[in-house]
Each structure stands twice: as C-alpha cells, then as structure tokens.
C-alpha cells in the first residue's frame, strides 16, 4: 500500500521561500526505476506539472526558469521541492505524485497521489 504524504504549504509574501516535503511510504525510492513528480493546481484550473525526477534525470516546468528545485531523500524516503522567489500565480494546491512512466508524463501517466498542501503567494 502505497501513501505520499506532503507538508511545507503555507502562506508567504511574494518573492518568499518554501519547502515542500513528500514522504513516501510503501514505494521504493530507492529502486532504479522509481519516477516521483510534483503538480500544482491553481483555483479552476488544471493540475499541471512542476517537476519530476526518476534515476538518472530531472524535468522542470518551462515557466519556472529556475525558481524551484526538486529533490530527493532515500534515507528518509523523502521527496522535496524548494520554491524560491515565489510569485503569487504560484498560488494553489501542490502534489506529490509517485511511479510515473517518465519524468516528463503529464498527472495521468502517474500511479499515487498525496492529498496535497495548500501555497499561498500574496
């Protein structure tokens, strides 16, 4: 049994900092063919994709132009997403998603889903 569970959401000023944090239990991060992503979803509109990563790349969204970074912990079978320079279009629910075909699938080539933690930029 899979469960993705995020945490880090808040609220922030535009131009803030955050970490979004994913533990993953039951899914083997470690494995080489593991592929864990991030979406966000804005208020009335599509979940779209942020990053991706599996074991040997990592895919960002266009319109981020470097803003985030995502991240992984084996150890702790964590994934991350650091935000930087936050501005208030990033605003709205953001996912962990997990066993994804490649980093670059859209949400429904993904297997799990957390429940997701709200971001707030205003």
């Known amino acids: 049994h899979v469960q993705l569970v995020e945490s880090g959401g808040g609220s922030v000023p535009p131009g803030g900092s955050l970490r979004l944090s994913c533990v993953a239990s039951?899914?083997?991060?470690?494995?080489?063919?593991?592929?864990m992503g991030w979406f966000h979803q804005a208020p009335g509109k599509e979940r779209e994709g942020v990053a991706a990563?599996?074991?040997?790349?990592?895919s960002y969204a266009d319109y981020l132009k470097g803003r985030f970074t995502i991240s992984r912990d084996d150890a702790n079978n964590t994934l991350y997403l650091e935000m930087n320079s936050l501005k208030p279009e990033d605003t709205g629910m953001y996912y962990c998603?997990?066993?994804?075909?490649?980093?670059?699938?859209?949400?429904?080539?993904?297997?799990?889903w957390g429940q997701g933690t709200q971001v707030t930029v205003s």
């Open positions: 990563l599996d074991h040997n790349s990592r």
């Open positions: 039951g899914y083997r991060m470690y494995a080489s063919d593991y592929c």
């Open positions: 998603a997990a066993d994804c075909l490649w980093v670059g699938s859209p949400a429904s080539g993904y297997k799990y």
